[in-house]
């Protein structure tokens, strides 16, 4: 008999819905004309060497090598890692022998592919949301050998049996180092070449535990020197996601109309929910823990929150937008009230608009969760979002129409399936659902909770950790990722000594964001970027990726002098000195078939940036975006 699958998925408007189904889906990869018999060897390259020609591609590509591996979990042979591996240059993968460093991509979820990032960000084939495909000049094998890799077992196109889901982040670790050891079996030389670990996002829970994996192992099968992880939730949920909310509002102010008794109200509520932590260079001592208070008012639909941090990021990422996210879910159990019902709840929201100034106590209907809370806001009560009907984008906070989305309409192509060696048993899809088997919820404890333990061990192997964020990002503000290195200690010192506040540029000398480095941890803010940086800012996240994950780029770098004082290669720029980075004065917004820019008043403008330089606390100078110029 065929087991029974159910699961209760509790939405924003605390209503619970049972999904079930009989047995998790189950896929197996394909074995094409030519599959060499044994184990994996360097047999096997002539057999994943990507020959067929991709449909649509009319430019060149690198030499490349696509297929599936498996993770060598015993029992469970259909498991397998789909790999897609692009060569620098010709013949760099296959040499027998090489010293040139290689790097790997992961994109996040949990369960998105990292086909995303090979397609939207860092690969060398651009296609957009309407199916046109571009090359794009800022792919990342410009830099190194790169291979995009879905993972974990079930994700896009790589297989998984119906009883071999991963079970938590340590399993995910195991299969991860399973599969590399069958890799570096097709592809030798990479087993000895420094292995530059990268990802975004869902990642940052990802790598940590690979790491973990990794040095626990007395051989293990590759050589990693360093890892990159961009916007990544590496912390708990409340300190990624609801304790930067304030410095969110104060690098878009359009988020609240520039209201400066709205931001008095949420700075209120951040000191109230605990999230006003101070963060010092040196850091003086460990941080207070985070914890997060839920509403108490429940009759308010679009008030609740009822997920957990992951369960919803989980949800956000799936969607190309927040339109099948959290608005979605607000819109949607609003709708079905009862007539009556919705003209009290807008009769609420009114009043809750004309007094909504800080009182002394924690927001009754929406708790600590101020992420929700102020998107509501603007969803309501700012333009441009209040009168355009469109969804907020969390990705970036300057294009609610634009969200990351891949169509999933060219992998699926019976043509792209057979080049790249991938399995027909299942369609690939951006998220896959059942990362975790039955289980709703990853039940991994966060990186940051063993994050010093983590770095200890960096330290003794000399791997570089390199960490960045897009200031446009809401999702994963920048704020959770300083949060997260001023609590960890690393090389002996907790935390940086200096405030980040070194500009870096790109390659046309353009304003790129700012630059930290210490003890081999460094840490980049990308201006204008958002969740996923190579997306929006390709040329600069390329000049990112040479000089400061593959290269040794000092910039910013904190330095002894001969005479035993310390500087920062570089220099430190008093007017980026503090915790926000002014974004873009202009929000984009859709006028019917027209896209236009909304820029408020420069009077309104002024009188912020008088209120914001008269604030307490370390928030950047407003002078910052006179310097650089209106984006």
Known sequence: ?????????????????????????????????????????????????????????????????????????????????????????????????????????????PGSSSMVGFFLENGPIRIASDGTISENPYSWDKVADYIWIDQPVGTGFSTADAAGYIADEDQMGADFMGFLENLVKVFPNLATRPLHLTGESYAGVYIPYIMKTYFSMA????????????????????????????????????????????????KEQEHLCGFDVNLTYPQNGILPAINFI??????????????????????????GSLKRGLVAEINQRYAELEPTERDHIARKRQKRDLSLRANGTIDPWYGCALLPEFIDYALNYSAPWNFTGEDFNVYDITNPDNSPALSPTYLNDPRTIAALHAPTSQPWEQTFDFVFGDLED???????????????????????????????????????????????????????????STPWNDDSGKFAGIVHQERNWTYVLFNGAGHLVAAKTPAAALTFVREFVFGSN??????????????????????????????????????????????????????????????????????????????
């Open 554 to 631: 000092p910039t910013g770098s904190v330095i002894t002098t001969p005479a035993r004082t310390t500087m920062v290669v570089g220099g430190e720029d008093s007017p980026l000195i503090g915790d926000v980075l002014p974004g873009s004065n202009g929000i984009v917004y859709n006028a019917g078939t027209a896209t236009s820019t909304i820029v408020y008043p420069e009077a309104t403008v002024a009188a912020w940036n008088t209120f914001l330089r008269g604030q307490s606390g370390s928030l950047k100078a407003r002078a910052a975006a006179d310097a650089k110029g209106a984006a």
């Open 219 to 266: 051989k293990p099968p590759v050589q990693i020197t360093k890892i990159a992880i961009g916007d990544g939730s590496i912390a708990s949920g409340e300190v990624f996601e609801l304790l930067p909310a304030l410095s969110v509002l104060a690098t878009y102010p359009q988020l609240i109309g520039y209201d400066i008794d709205v931001y008095n109200y949420f």
């Open 1 to 109: 008999m065929a087991s029974l699958r159910c699961v209760a998925l509790t939405i924003l408007a605390a209503v619970s819905v049972v999904l079930c189904q009989s047995d998790l889906p189950s896929s197996y990869p394909h074995v094409y004309p030519g599959q060499p018999t044994g184990d994996y060897s360097p047999a096997w390259q002539k057999y994943f060497e990507v020959t067929a020609p991709l449909p649509n591609i009319s430019f060149p590509l690198p030499r490349s090598f696509a297929g599936n591996i498996n993770v060598q979990r015993a029992g469970h042979p259909n498991n397998t890692l789909f790999f897609w591996a692009l060569e620098n240059s010709p013949g760099s993968l296959t040499a027998s022998k090489s010293t040139e460093p290689w790097g790997i991509w992961l994109n996040g979820g």
């Open 442 to 500: 990853d039940p991994s404890e966060p990186p940051m909770n063993f994050l010093t333990e983590f770095a200890t061990n960096a330290t003794a192997h000399n791997i570089g950790v390199v960490l960045y964020s897009g200031n446009d990002d809401a999702l994963i503000a920048h704020r959770g990722t300083e949060v997260t290195i001023q609590n960890t200690t690393f090389g002996g010192i907790q935390g940086f000594t200096r405030q980040p």
């Open 294 to 319: 839920d509403a108490l008012d429940r009759d308010v639909p679009y008030a609740k929150r009822e997920l957990t941090p992951h369960q919803r990021q989980k949800r956000l990422f799936a969607s």
